[in-house]
């Protein structure tokens, strides 16, 4: 059974940068699309960023030039890297495969910007 732990959360100012980690278990993780997802409380999960096994990439508007999602299929684990964060990214960020194929959900990382 596949897992997702996610990693590198935290407080950062607005204008500052974050790199979170999503490391997968199990067999074929290179073969499949992976995406970034995040939530507050009240709101749907909300797509970020997804990324082929060919590494072809998208981006949800909001995010679109700042953020970056890229995966290392040798350690089988997917990258966000935000920069310039505001106030509205602030959420619980998860990884998954691509909308449609979900696997369980890994308890996320809090990613809170704020002055």
């Known amino acids: 059974q596949v897992q997702f732990v996610e990693s590198g959360g935290g407080l950062v100012q607005p204008g500052g940068s974050l790199r979170l980690s999503c490391a997968a278990s199990g067999s074929f993780f290179s073969l499949y699309a992976m995406a970034w997802y995040r939530q507050t409380p009240g709101k749907q999960r909300e797509l970020v960023a997804t990324?082929?096994?060919?590494?072809?990439?998208t981006y949800a508007d909001s995010v679109k030039g700042r953020f970056t999602i890229s995966r290392d299929n040798t350690k089988n684990t997917v990258y966000l890297e935000m920069n310039n964060l505001e106030p509205e990214d602030t959420a619980v960020y998860y990884c998954?495969?691509?909308?449609?194929?979900?696997?369980?959900w890994g308890q996320g990382t809090q990613v809170t910007v704020s002055s």
């Open positions: 998954n495969q691509e909308p449609g194929r979900y696997l369980d």
């Open positions: 990324i082929s096994s060919r590494r072809i990439t």
